[in-house]
T-cell receptor
Framework: QKEVEQNSGPLSVPEGAIASLNCTYS??????FFWYRQYSGKSPELIMF????GDKEDGRFTAQLNKASQYVSLLIRDSQPSDSATYLC??????????????FGQGTILTVHP | KAGVTQTPRYLIKTRGQQVTLSCSPI?????VSWYQQTPGQGLQFLFE???????NKGNFPGRFSGRQFSNSRSEMNVSTLELGDSALYLC????????????????FGSGTQLSVL
């Protein structure tokens, strides 16, 4: 089992819709969770950080964390073509040989079509 | 405030050579982490340096090494290059040591695209 798993997609949504991106992690003790956006040919850009169970909202983005289910998601409301990118879920692992490492999922490719 | 700066932006090397990549963190950031990104493996953690000491290391062979200077700037070295080392190498900086402050946010540089022929 991979430490951080994402559906690689591609996920295609129409402009104005809600895009839902999901991520699961294996280390139950993990506490810090991040979403990065990476445009083609560019470096990852931090868009959301969540630490506590529940929802965290920032503009059109909402991160949801459920530690009991080891699941973190990112919702993008009113999706725009400019949101088309790869979205990377990242977790600071708390256990074993991976302790303290910011570990990334493979990323989900999102395409927002007009 | 200037972001994370990586040089060079592109590098072409041949098998067996060695290469050194440079990273200057955001001003005030004391930790530097290095990642390798490939289409097949995604982002893989190489190592993290804080206060000139390696604090964490990923599962890469000893050909991959790094160091950090007193001004927090960091270099990464790959010796005896192999074709499989072709990748985008990303440097990220954070205020503090990632595993000591679990809510640390990492900010990435533009990366160095290394091609090994």
């Amino acid at each position: 089992q991979k430490e951080v798993e994402q559906n690689s997609g591609p996920l295609s949504v129409p402009e104005g819709a809600i895009a839902s991106l999901n991520c699961t992690y294996s280390d139950r003790g993990s506490q810090s969770f991040f979403w990065y956006r990476q445009y083609s040919g560019k470096s990852p850009e931090l868009i959301m950080f969540i630490y506590s169970n529940g929802d965290k909202e920032d503009g059109r983005f909402t991160a949801q964390l459920n530690k009991a289910s080891q699941y973190v998601s990112l919702l993008i409301r009113d999706s725009q073509p400019s949101d088309s990118a790869t979205y990377l879920c990242a977790v600071i692992l708390a256990g074993g040989t991976s302790y303290g490492k910011l570990t990334f999922g493979q990323g989900t490719i999102l395409t927002v079509h007009p | 405030k200037a972001g994370v700066t990586q040089t060079p932006r592109y590098l072409i090397k041949t098998r067996g050579q060695q290469v050194t990549l440079s990273c200057s963190p955001i001003s005030g950031h004391r930790s530097v982490s290095w990642y390798q990104q490939t289409p097949g493996q995604g982002l893989q953690f190489l190592f993290e340096y804080f206060s000139e000491t390696q604090r964490n290391k990923g599962n890469f062979p000893g050909r991959f090494s790094g160091r950090q200077f007193s001004n927090s700037r960091s270099e990464m070295n790959v010796s005896t290059l192999e074709l499989g080392d072709s990748a985008l190498y990303l440097c990220a900086s954070s205020l503090e040591w990632v595993s000591r402050a679990t809510n640390e946010k990492l900010f990435f540089g533009s990366g160095t695209q290394l091609s090994v022929l």
